[in-house]
């Protein structure tokens, strides 16, 4: 059974940095492309980035330049460094597989941008 743990979330200010984490178990994670994807408040979950198994990574056009998604294949890991953080920014942040999996959807980690 896939399992995805987020963590690293909080409140920050405009221009900020967080970095979030994934654990994740239950895969072949090394097989595997994994995405982070936010939900805020009234609006429709989103991809935020992806990162294939070999390491390229995509990114939404609205975090392009200022989010880094990588991965740690030894450790089953997953992360995204956000830089310049926007008010825009604040949601609840999930990872999982890309193409993403239904029954992976974890709690996600809430992040707030907020002066």
């Known amino acids: 059974q896939v399992q995805l743990v987020e963590s690293g979330g909080g409140l920050v200010q405009p221009g900020g940095s967080l970095r979030l984490s994934c654990a994740a178990s239950?895969?072949?994670?090394?097989?595997?492309?994994m995405g982070w994807y936010r939900q805020a408040p009234g609006k429709e979950r989103e991809l935020v980035a992806v990162?294939?198994?070999?390491?390229?990574?995509h990114y939404a056009e609205s975090v392009k330049g200022r989010f880094t998604i990588s991965r740690d294949n030894a450790k089953n890991m997953v992360y995204l460094q956000m830089n310049s953080l926007k008010p825009e920014d604040t949601a609840v942040y999930y990872c999982n597989l890309d193409p993403p999996t239904d029954d992976a959807w974890g709690q996600g980690t809430l992040v707030t941008v907020s002066s």
């Open positions: 990162i294939a198994n070999d390491g390229r990574a």
């Open positions: 239950g895969i072949f994670f090394r097989l595997n492309a």
